[in-house]
């Protein structure tokens, strides 16, 4: 069974102000679609491959055919991060967590607005493309940054919060000003579902 395109989960313009509809459209229809087309391409390669959930995929690229390795670390992951990152946004969002995800969020990192610090430091400090995370680390929190479409779940760590940091996810709109983009990003995270999947443990 070959990968899906998934629908977003909103409209294309419901993130707008801070996201605008041309780049959403942009984002999934082209980048995201590409990604699946080409991790579908390179898994019709290796029949003995399919019906592998793209997280056995990515938790494991060592056991992944050489000749198309790269192809499903970089598709694959492009499939997933994007994937994940429309759920973990949505409209009339943003704000703080709470409950439990708030209090670990707290512990780790003193304070909320300390760890938007550091997770903005990640995701600006990124050179060139990638992703900056905030993920499950053995018992814990912690920030990381992935380049181009590389996955934490390949390191054996498991995301909670992500945001592009891709040219393509800012660049009508903000044009090099990835700061700006990030700032008002927070505007629209989804801490419902990154809270979600904080407690799925």
Known sequence: MS??????PYAYEALEPYIDTLTMQ????????????????????????AGKSLDALLMDLNAIPEDIRTAVRNHGGGTWNHDFFWHVMAPKAGGEPRGD?????????????????????????R?????????RKGSGLAVVSTANQDNPISEGMTPLLGVDVWEHAYYL????RRAEYLTNWWNVVNWAEVARRFSAK
């Open 3 to 8: 990968f899906q395109l998934n629908p977003l």
């Open 26 to 49: 942009i984002h999934h229809d082209k980048h995201h679609a590409a990604y699946v087309t080409n991790l579908n391409a390179a898994i019709e390669k290796h029949p003995e491959l």
């Open 101 to 125: 995800l708030a209090k670990a969020i707290g512990s780790t990192f003193s304070s909320f607005a300390n760890f938007k610090t550091e997770f903005e430091k990640a995701a600006t400090g």
């Open 127 to 135: 050179f060139g493309s990638g992703w900056a995370w905030l993920v």
């Open 173 to 176: 709109k903000y044009q090099n």
